[in-house]
């Protein structure tokens, strides 16, 4: 079988490029030997493209997919979109060679209303054909409320069948913690992606003393949230399995992610991600 790209989603470097700027930053993941990244939260200003173009050339890194929203997050929230920078976000893609973009969540407001994330997900579809024609593939990424069950069915299935140009960038994390198995999803879903999200999932240490139990339902809260995004390795998923499945499936890039730290350097998150990826068999897909 072929191989994968595995890379980095900058979400997660965010606090590192506003310190070191985005040049630097790509300086560092090119130390650690990754050589494709996503580039998300990461403000897209004409600066921070010319550095990301200049970096990915210096570093070798490739520009796998970018970040946007179709529409604002929230009614007048500020920030680029789709709808209204189309030409704008389009050239972005051109200029740094990259060809996916991808919707990162669905806004805010429209969250648990089936009718107004079904007309969204429409949005999706025909902004998908729209940027076909300028080469450019746009991807749906999941968190875990995609998996709430309307008539039986789950929304992220409601989207896959009502769609066909747009596709699904899964988050295993997420899968998991929607109750599923991010294995027989990713096949189930075959065709339609070309970026994966590897993100463990850890059940945290629960550290308790007398002082936890004289608030019970701060107690009660802790416990139920004891659940980490964990190191690719160093969590409960199979992935060796995730990403076999996801190569079978079509997944072009792997991307490593990890939404909280929990006090870590980023850049040593990403050092340990990196390691097992390379000892479970991974290394020529840096």
């Not at 993941?29 to 970096?55: C, W």
């Not at 969250?111 to 998908?128: C, L, V, Y």
């Not at 940027?131 to 309307?150: Q, T, V």
Request: proline fraction near 3%; glycine fraction near 8%; include cysteine.
């Amino acid at each position: 079988m072929g191989k994968g790209k595995i890379g980095v989603q900058m979400m997660m470097l965010k606090g590192k490029v506003e310190e070191l700027g985005v040049y630097e930053t790509m300086r560092t993941l090119h130390e650690l030997g990754y050589r494709s990244v996503e580039v998300s939260q990461i403000p897209m200003t004409e600066d921070n493209v010319a550095a990301f173009k200049r970096a990915s050339e210096d570093f070798d890194i490739k520009i796998a997919s970018l970040s946007a929203a179709l529409e604002p997050m929230l009614p007048g929230m500020p920030g680029e979109t789709l709808t209204n920078d189309f030409e704008k976000m389009v050239n972005d893609c051109k200029i740094l060679n990259c060809s996916f973009l991808r919707i990162g969540m669905l806004p805010f407001h429209i969250m648990g209303d089936k009718e107004k994330i079904m007309a969204f997900i429409g949005k999706a579809e025909m902004m998908a054909e729209r940027l076909a024609k300028h080469g450019i593939e746009l991807y749906y990424h999941n968190h875990h409320i995609e998996f709430a069950k309307y008539d039986g069915e789950y929304l992220l299935d409601l989207m896959k069948n009502n769609t066909s140009k747009l596709g699904f960038e899964l988050d295993v994390h997420w899968i998991q913690r929607a109750g599923l198995d991010p294995i027989t999803l990713i096949k189930q879903y075959a065709g339609r992606i070309s970026l994966l999200h590897l993100k463990d999932y850890r059940v945290g240490q629960m550290n308790v003393d007398e002082e936890d139990f004289k608030d019970m339902p701060k107690f009660f809260q802790r416990f139920t949230n004891v659940i980490e995004f964990a190191e690719v390795g160093e969590g409960n998923l199979d992935m060796k399995g995730i990403i076999e499945a996801g190569l079978a499936s079509g997944a072009k890039y792997f991307l490593v992610e990890q939404d909280e730290l929990y006090g870590r350097d980023p850049f040593d998150c990403l050092k340990i991600s990196g390691d097992n990826l390379r000892a479970m068999g991974y290394s020529d897909w840096f």
